[in-house]
C-alpha cells in the first residue's frame, strides 16, 4: 500500500507531499487541482512503462506542466501586502514525482535537458535524478539505487555501491533500463507494482462506444480503460471471481434487475433484464448512466485486484440514486486493492467519510497553489541531482 504521495512543481502543485490510506477520497472546488494530482499519479505510472516523456508531451511537454507560480511566497505576499510576482530563481526547473509504499520508495526529478546542437528534440524533458530506497523517507543509508545525469549506481548485497551504467540517456529511467530479477530485484519489483496500477476515467458511455456493440470475447482479468471489453470482463468475473458480489452490486442500484450474457458466433455482449420489460434491453439502448455504473461494478470487482485503483470522478452522467450502492462498491473494492477516488459528489463522499483505514482531503486554492488543510506533516526528500 502507498503511504505517501509526493508531487513538486506539476501544474497549480507548488509542493505537496500527501498521506494516503486504504481508502483514499480527494474533493474540492472545480480548479482546486484535483485533476492534477490525478494526472501526477498516472505520470508516475508512465515512468515503469517508458512513457513519462511522451506522456508530458501530450501534456503540452514539460513547460507548459511546471508550477506557473513564483519559486516561493514572500510573508508580503501571503498576506497581500505586495502583488505575488517572481523572484530570483534559487534552484533548477524541476518537476518531481515520488511514492513511498510500505516496502519501498521511489522519486524521479525532472527538468529542461541540455541543447544539443542540431538536434529538434530540444524542447523533451529529462530525466535529472531518480532514487530507489527502502522505508518510507530517503536518506543515503537507506538507499539502493540512485540516478544522477547519466550515472547510475547501485547497492550490492555486500553494502558497497556500484557503478552499473554511465551513459543511461536523459529520455530513458532506471524503472525501465536497469531491473534486473539477479542484479537488481528491488527496482523490478517496484516496477512491476507500478505497471500494475489501474486507471479509470474514459469508460465511454457515448453511442459509439465499444462497450455499447458485440465484441469477440476472451477471458478478460482487467477491465480495458475504455471498458471495450466489458461484457467478456463480466463474466471472467462470473466464472472465477465474485460472482455474489457482482449480482449483489446490480441488484443495490437496479432491484429486481439481472445482466445476462449473449453469445453470437464468439461475439460477446450483455443484456439486462429489467421488471416490467418483455425482452432484456441490450448495452446500445442503455442510458448512459446505467451503462456506466456496469462498467464501474466490473472495473472494481476484478478478479485480480491491482494494488492501487484510481478512479476520476466516477459520479459522471450517473443518477444521485445510484451514488450510495457505488460508494458501497468503492468500500468493498478498497478491501482488495488501495482506492484513490478524485471526485466533488458529495452525496458519492459523505458515505465514505469516516471508515476504518479511509482518509479524506479537499483541495483548495491558495495564492494560485493548491494546498491541503490538515494534512498530516510527513517527511520527504528528494533525490539529488
Known sequence: MIITLAVSGYRSIRDLVLPLDRLTVITGANGSGKSSLYRS????????????????????G????LWA????????????????????RTGPVSLKLGFADEDYGYAIDLGLPTPAPGSVFNTDPEIKAEALWI???????????????????????????RNVLKDLAGFDSVMTHVADPRETPEILSVRERMRSWRFYDHLRTDRDAPSRFPQIGTRTTTLSSDGADLAAAFQTIREIGDAEGLEEAIEDAFPGSTVELVVTDGMFELAMRQPGLLRPLRLSELSDGTLRYLLLVVALLTPRPPPLLVLN?????????LLPALSRLIERAAGRSQVVVVSHSAALIEPLHGGEGTVCYELRKELGETVVDGAEHVRWEWPRR
Do not use: D, W, Y
Open 69 to 88: 507560480g513564483p519559486e516561493s511566497f514572500s510573508r508580503a505576499m501571503k498576506a497581500g501586502q505586495l502583488p505575488v510576482q517572481g523572484t530570483v
Open 313 to 321: 470522478e466516477p459520479e459522471t452522467s450517473l443518477h444521485p440514486n
Open 135 to 161: 522505508g518510507e523517507c530517503l536518506r543515503r543509508s537507506n538507499e539502493i539505487a540512485n540516478r544522477s545525469g547519466p550515472h547510475v549506481q547501485v547497492l550490492t548485497e555486500k553494502g558497497a555501491r
Open 41 to 60: 499519479i498516472r505520470l508516475l505510472a508512465e515512468v515503469a512503462q517508458g512513457g513519462v516523456i511522451g506522456a508530458l508531451a501530450r501534456e503540452g
Open 62 to 65: 514539460l513547460q507548459s506542466t
